[in-house]
């Protein structure tokens, strides 16, 4: 069978024309970026120009991007931006359906004093903004939320919290990983200190990312060394894998002036209402807010997450439960649990991310086994 992948959330095949970018810097222009002779110099200007694409996908002027090396750095480096920038605030506002790059450095730092709220979603994925507005104080040193969630989809209003966060006097850090290629963002318009942002999420190799740090707020470097990324970031640049996202990013940007969004919240929405008409007991979590257009998250009542998911594989299609950083637990995701699912539904969740590679007969082929391995999921579920 022809394999069909539908967990673009997790990570994204790499385009063959991002490989294509990618592969001069692999061969001929191996050239330390740093180094002042004609190497190193072709190698610095791939980075100048994948900078440059980066940056014209996000609305942001191309000095105001670090090169990291994944959507977790990001996060964690902003993080801990706030954190020494303020070191007599210890409150931190955070949520509950963060991605674990977040909470878990969160946690640590509770255990080092710091007063960490995380605030709760109701049933929908939604937050309270008049709680937010509510919790920011004197002592808080940051609020970090994402922009969208990388399992229900749901996205929040970045702007509208930036703009209660920085009437506050506070930094505000957002985790927009699962955004760029499919929702326009434009740092121009939100009012957002830092912002992390992934390659391998927009068709683009693993091994980088960046943080879009706003002129003007505290930065301070997470790694140390030499002096690349404007002292920044120290460490030798991976030039292909950044070379690789300049050119993933000026094609997702392309795609989404062509309509890739629409695109793909038409095949969503149709996968959407065909799983509610051939499937009973089925629940679309998040579907009351406004999610990706790429994104689906399905409970099915009685049925087990772990083992259609393994009835899809070895069918050779690729979805999954939930992040793929839980990947190996059996427990239902902490997003899932933040919202309240029930539990007849939560342990039977599927969470289905496309792409603009997916096509509406990849969809097809799915709904047409999607009923039989529900049904064989309910009758191993204990209910």
Same mark, same amino acid.
């Given at each position: 069978?022809k394999? *069909?992948?539908?967990?673009n959330?997790?990570?994204?095949?790499?385009?063959?024309?991002?490989?294509?970018?990618?592969?001069?810097?692999?061969?001929?222009?191996?050239?330390?970026p740093?180094? @002042?002779?004609?190497?190193?110099?072709?190698?610095?200007?791939?980075i100048?120009?994948?900078?440059? $694409?980066?940056?014209?996908?996000?609305? !942001?002027h /191309?000095?105001r =991007?670090?090169?990291?090396?994944?959507?977790t750095e990001?996060? $964690?480096?902003?993080?801990?931006?706030?954190?020494?920038?303020?070191?007599?605030?210890k409150?931190?506002?955070?949520?509950?359906?963060?991605?674990?790059?977040?909470i878990r450095?969160?946690?640590?730092?509770? +255990?080092?004093?710091?007063? %960490?709220?995380l605030?709760?979603v109701?049933?929908?994925?939604?937050?309270? =903004?008049?709680?937010?507005?509510?919790s920011?104080?004197?002592?808080t040193?940051?609020?970090s939320?994402?922009?969208? $969630?990388?399992?229900?989809?749901?996205i929040? @209003? %970045?702007?509208? %919290?930036?703009e209660?966060?920085k009437?506050?006097?506070?930094?505000?850090q957002s985790?927009?990983?699962?955004?760029?290629?499919?929702? @326009?963002?434009?740092? +121009?318009?939100?009012?957002?200190?830092?912002?992390?942002?992934?390659?391998?999420k927009?068709h683009? @190799?693993k091994g980088?990312?960046?943080i879009?740090?706003?002129?003007?707020v505290?930065?301070?470097?997470? *790694?140390?060394g030499?002096?690349?990324?404007?002292?920044?970031?120290?460490?030798?640049?991976n030039?292909?894998a950044?070379?690789?996202?300049g050119?993933?990013?000026?094609?997702?940007?392309?795609?989404?002036?062509?309509?890739?969004?629409a695109?793909?919240k038409?095949?969503?929405?149709?996968?959407?209402n065909?799983?509610?008409? +051939?499937?009973?007991?089925? +629940?679309? $979590?998040?579907?009351?807010?406004?999610? =990706?257009?790429?994104?689906?998250?399905?409970?099915?009542?009685?049925?087990?997450?772990?083992?259609?998911?393994?009835?899809?594989d070895?069918k !050779?299609?690729?979805?999954?439960?939930h992040a793929?950083?839980?990947?190996?637990?059996?427990? /239902?995701?902490?997003?899932?649990?933040?919202?309240? %699912?029930?539990e007849?539904?939560i342990?039977g969740?599927l969470?289905?991310?496309?792409?603009?590679f997916?096509t509406?007969?990849?969809?097809?082929?799915? =709904?047409?086994?999607?009923?039989? *391995?529900?049904?064989?999921?309910?009758?191993?579920?204990?209910?």
């Amino acid at each position: 069978m022809k394999s *069909i992948y539908f967990d673009n959330n997790a990570t994204t095949p790499v385009d063959p024309l991002v490989c294509d970018a990618m592969l001069p810097y692999l061969k001929e222009r191996f050239g330390n970026p740093s180094s @002042p002779h004609r190497f190193g110099q072709s190698a610095k200007e791939g980075i100048t120009m994948a900078r440059d $694409n980066v940056s014209a996908l996000i609305g !942001c002027h /191309p000095e105001r =991007l670090v090169f990291t090396s994944s959507g977790t750095e990001s996060n $964690n480096t902003a993080i801990w931006c706030a954190v020494l920038a303020n070191p007599d605030k210890k409150h931190i506002i955070s949520s509950q359906v963060e991605h674990h790059s977040v909470i878990r450095l969160l946690e640590f730092l509770q +255990k080092h004093g710091y007063d %960490i709220q995380l605030l709760s979603v109701d049933q929908q994925g939604e937050l309270d =903004l008049e709680e937010l507005g509510r919790s920011i104080g004197e002592r808080t040193a940051l609020v970090s939320l994402m922009g969208a $969630n990388n399992e229900t989809g749901v996205i929040w @209003p %970045i702007k509208e %919290i930036g703009e209660i966060v920085k009437s506050k006097g506070v930094l505000f850090q957002s985790d927009a990983v699962q955004m760029p290629g499919k929702v @326009p963002l434009d740092m +121009k318009e939100i009012p957002v200190d830092y912002l992390s942002i992934s390659s391998h999420k927009i068709h683009g @190799p693993k091994g980088a990312g960046a943080i879009y740090v706003r002129r003007g707020v505290p930065f301070s470097p997470l *790694i140390f060394g030499g002096r690349q990324e404007k002292d920044r970031r120290a460490g030798t640049e991976n030039v292909p894998a950044i070379v690789g996202f300049g050119k993933a990013a000026e094609l997702a940007l392309s795609h989404l002036q062509r309509g890739v969004d629409a695109r793909l919240k038409t095949m969503r929405d149709y996968l959407e209402n065909q799983i509610k008409t +051939k499937i009973p007991e089925v +629940k679309i $979590n998040g579907a009351g807010q406004p999610r =990706l257009p790429n994104t689906l998250n399905a409970g099915f009542r009685y049925a087990s997450s772990e083992a259609m998911v393994q009835e899809f594989d070895e069918k !050779c299609i690729a979805i999954s439960a939930h992040a793929a950083c839980e990947t190996g637990t059996v427990e /239902p995701s902490h997003v899932l649990r933040a919202m309240g %699912i029930e539990e007849d539904y939560i342990y039977g969740t599927l969470r289905i991310s496309l792409s603009r590679f997916n096509t509406i007969e990849e969809v097809e082929v799915f =709904l047409n086994i999607l009923p039989l *391995i529900v049904q064989k999921s309910r009758q191993l579920f204990p209910m």
